[in-house]
């Protein structure tokens, strides 16, 4: 089992930054990687980003590629997602999520990031971004 816990949220200016953190607990996740999605009001939840633990590669969606970065430091069973020049429209619930890291790299290399094969999911931390 893995256990996620996702933090950093708040209020902040377009413009201005937030840095999330992700930090994820249980014997299991030493196979697993995460991935970041969000979630606005009467959409769909969208994936953001993600890092794979084997080889490193990452994932943006096209809305976050050039202002926000992820990084991990998995020893420690953290990544984070650094949110730079931000939007109103980046407003939304950003969850944590971990997936297997072949199913998570295998999907780097497509190009592609969705909910499939993430099989934990933390609480989501609020992000809100004022005009």
């Known amino acids: 089992d893995v256990q996620l816990q996702a933090s950093g949220g708040g209020l902040v200016q377009a413009g201005g930054s937030l840095k999330l953190s992700c930090v994820a607990s249980g014997s299991a996740f030493d196979d697993y990687a995460i991935g970041w999605f969000r979630q606005a009001p009467g959409k769909e939840r969208e994936g953001v980003s993600s890092i794979s633990r084997s080889d490193g590669s990452t994932y943006y969606s096209d809305s976050v590629k050039g202002r926000f970065t992820i990084s991990s430091d998995y020893a420690k069973n953290t990544v984070y997602l650094q949110m730079n020049s931000m939007k109103p429209e980046d407003t939304a619930t950003y969850y944590c999520?971990?997936?297997?890291?072949?199913?998570?790299?295998?999907?780097?290399?497509?190009?592609?990031?969705?909910?499939?094969?993430?099989?934990?999911w933390g609480k989501g931390t609020q992000v809100t971004v004022s005009s």
């Open positions: 999520a971990a997936g297997l890291d072949v199913i998570i790299t295998a999907a780097h290399a497509s190009g592609i990031m969705t909910t499939y094969g993430m099989d934990y």
